[in-house]
């Protein structure tokens, strides 16, 4: 059953994602990586509130749904190093650094924000 929820649960991140992205290109359609990003920084404040910031510990059948399913499909690691490295190549190396450098801060302050909320 675990491996049910966390199929359904990664599946709902991703539609997660794709709205993320869909909300941020529909408004700014030349900033290609803020919705990889946003994606990222929501996942990572769901994942502190997950593993710090709920009243009572989840069992580890919860984590695996919430963590690895929901966060796992909402956030994506291998996109945060794809895009920046496209945007390299396509010449808007100020994108890729800046996706670099603030995905990690950013992520790291909304996880952090997460496990106090």
């Known amino acids: 059953m675990t491996l049910?929820?966390?199929?359904?649960?990664g599946a709902l991140?991703?539609?997660?994602?794709?709205?993320?992205?869909?909300?941020v290109r529909?408004?700014?359609?030349?900033?290609?990586p803020w919705g990889t990003a946003g994606a990222n920084i929501v996942g990572c404040f769901f994942a502190g509130i997950i593993v710090y910031g709920l009243s009572s510990p989840l069992d580890a059948h919860w984590h695996s749904i919430l963590l690895t399913g929901f966060c796992g499909g909402l956030t994506t690691f291998s996109s945060a190093i794809a895009i920046p490295a496209l945007l390299y190549r396509e010449h808007h190396w100020r994108y890729a650094v800046s996706l670099v450098v603030l995905t990690p801060l950013l992520c790291g302050i909304a996880f952090y924000f997460g496990t106090i909320s």
């Open 26 to 32: 529909r408004h700014h359609p030349t900033v290609r």
């Open 13 to 23: 991140g991703c539609v997660v994602r794709y709205l993320i992205e869909y909300v």
């Open 4 to 9: 049910v929820l966390v199929t359904a649960f």
